[in-house]
């Protein structure tokens, strides 16, 4: 109390606020996880403190009626001005969980250090995105702040493909059902429902909306920056009817 303290996990550690994902063949959880620390600390407010307690410090939150105040300095355990946390790799894993026994099934480092000689890269990074689990045995994850999207072999971790993003894939990935997710959308469209589609300039895709725009299941086309007004616009005009975006 009335100094700074070291946590593991940091505020940015651990599962974070993605969630997990689950194959119900194997009995397996997939969790990503940042490894990273955080320097904080607390200290008892001034008795004639007035007003409400302050958070002070980087990261810190109390509550305002809190009886202590948040001690100066502090922030995520890494060297200042670098990406590089301060304890030893893996900075960022993905787990398998066998939920039946409680057991990890696998462990293996999550995401890439670039600026790292090549054989020592594979440190694993901090992530925000959560994964998905397919019936097809795969997992697939963005979260990591190396930019990339991945897929793994649920049942063994190994690592099966890569893909370099534009930026950071903060999210937690979608999928569809069916072969590639544009028939539902079609039949949406038929159904009465107006689709808009983001188009390939402002998103990522692999599948989905490619093959609904080719094969018309989308009304309109539209980059990200554009979709918000299309949107209100038709609401504004033909009120409930359907959307899909």
Not at 16 to 22: M, Q, R, T
Not at 23 to 30: A, K
Not at 182 to 211: H, I, T, W
Not at 215 to 220: F, L, R
Request: glycine share 16%; charged share 15%.
């Amino acid at each position: 109390m009335g100094r700074l303290s070291l946590r593991f996990p940091g505020n940015h550690g651990g599962v974070d606020w993605a969630g997990v994902s689950f194959n119900p063949q194997l009995g397996y959880l997939f969790i990503n996880t940042t490894e990273q620390g955080q320097l904080n600390g607390l200290r008892d407010r001034a008795a004639n403190a007035t007003g409400p307690a302050q958070a002070n410090g980087v990261g810190n939150r109390v509550h305002p009626n809190a009886p202590y105040d948040g001690v100066a300095g502090g922030g995520r355990f890494k060297a200042p001005n670098t990406t590089f946390n301060c304890q030893q790799p893996p900075w960022g894993q993905l787990t398998a969980v066998n939920v039946n026994t409680g057991e990890f099934a696998w462990r293996v480092p999550l995401g890439i250090t670039e600026s790292l000689p090549p054989d020592k890269q594979k440190t694993g990074r901090p992530g925000e995105g959560g994964t998905i689990a397919t019936a097809g045995g795969l997992v697939f994850v963005g979260a990591t702040d190396d930019a990339r999207f991945r897929a793994f072999d649920a049942k063994t971790g190994k690592e099966l493909w890569t893909a370099e993003l534009p930026a950071n894939g903060y999210a937690t990935p979608i999928t569809y059902m069916g072969k590639d997710g544009a028939q539902g959308m079609l039949e949406m469209k038929n159904a009465g429902a107006y689709n808009f589609a983001q188009d390939e300039a402002s998103c990522v895709v692999f599948g989905m909306p490619r093959e609904a725009i080719a094969i018309g299941a989308a009304h309109e086309v539209a980059g990200l920056p554009a979709l918000p007004g299309l949107v209100l616009g038709h609401l504004a005009t033909h009120g409930g009817r359907a959307l899909r975006v």
